[in-house]
């Protein structure tokens, strides 16, 4: 058996939907003392889902200073401080 994990998440400026896989696992033939996650395969998932939801939350957070909030020009790179606004 194959098991597929992935984090499906949306984006609020409408973007779309972005699937990205988080973890695998495969089980051989089912006997009780296989039944559920290992405490390994828990942190794989658990570790897996902070990532994807942690780079999302940067670059979220990131999209939010790329206009000037004064002059409403785009910044560049290294950033347009306010003094430097038109």
Do not use: N, W
């Amino acid at each position: 058996m194959k098991i597929r994990i992935q984090a499906a998440i949306d984006a609020e400026d409408g973007d779309g939907e972005k699937v990205e896989d988080i973890v695998q696992l495969e089980r051989g033939a089912l006997r009780p003392e296989e039944l559920g996650l290992t405490l390994t395969e828990a942190k794989a998932i658990l570790h897996g889902m902070q990532q994807s939801v942690v780079s999302e939350q940067v670059a979220a957070y990131l999209t939010q200073f790329k206009i000037c909030p004064d002059c409403g020009e785009r910044r560049t790179r290294k950033g347009l401080i306010a003094a430097d606004c038109p």
